[in-house]
């Protein structure tokens, strides 16, 4: 069975760093794209990015671009979103997703809340 | 950017109607179009793929169709538990964006 599982809710300050983490099982890690979504209070969905944990080839979108670093390791089966300096903007849900064989996203995480607040 | 646009953004249906909810793209995604269901405080569930390819499990009163730049998502004999927000996305080319949602309420 494929199983997403991913770390905790947190709460921190503006300007802290973050790092989330979703591990992925019940599949081959390494052939298939995984990525983030990132889902605001009230709002929609927002696809932030991909990364290929076979051989860290990372897809941004321009809209995440420099404000987030996706990774990911191979050898304990774990794909990581993180933040150098977060800001209150940066409260949201964030989805991890295995990308499938037609790039639909055919399995989720089961998200982490991320809330920014001084 | 591709950007995806759905309509209506929500609509009032009862059990057992049916529903249609379209998805436009602003250029050509040939057929990488994908449909998902949402509840409230859950994650998002995968539906179809490639515009017409039911998810295993998915029940066959969920259809999707379309080509191009035109798609619908058609639920025929609206279920309890089918009340819930959609959203259309396209895998053609990245980065890879959602609509922004059609909410599905109760009449």
């Known amino acids: 069975e494929v199983q997403l599982v991913q770390s905790g809710a947190e709460v921190k300050k503006p300007g802290e760093s973050l790092k989330i983490s979703c591990k992925g099982s019940?599949?081959?890690?390494?052939?298939?794209?995984i990525g983030w979504v990132r889902q605001m209070p009230g709002k929609g969905l927002e696809w932030m990015g991909i990364?290929?944990?076979?051989?860290?080839?990372?897809r941004y979108s321009p809209s995440f671009q420099g404000q987030v670093t996706m990774s990911a390791d191979k050898s304990i089966t774990t794909a990581y979103l993180q933040w150098s300096s977060l800001k209150a903007s940066d409260t949201a849900m964030y989805y991890c997703?295995?990308?499938?064989?037609?790039?639909?996203?055919?399995?989720w995480g089961q998200g982490t809340l991320v809330t920014v607040s001084s | 950017d591709i950007q995806m646009s759905q309509s209506p953004s929500s609509l009032s249906a009862s059990v057992g109607d049916r529903v249609t909810i379209t998805c436009r793209a602003s250029q050509r995604i040939d057929s990488y179009l994908n449909w998902y269901q949402q509840k409230s405080g859950k994650a998002p569930k995968f539906l179809i793929f490639a515009a017409s390819n039911l998810q295993n499990g998915v029940p066959s009163r969920f259809s999707g169709s379309g080509s191009g730049t035109d798609f619908t998502l058609t639920i025929t004999s609206l279920q309890p538990e089918d009340f819930a927000t959609y959203y259309c996305q396209q895998s053609y080319s990245f980065p890879y964006t959602f609509g922004q949602g059609t909410k599905v309420e109760i009449k």
């Open positions: 997703a295995r990308h499938g064989g037609y790039y639909e996203i055919d399995y």
């Open positions: 990364i290929y944990p076979g051989d860290s080839d990372i």
């Open positions: 019940g599949y081959s890690f390494t052939t298939y794209w």
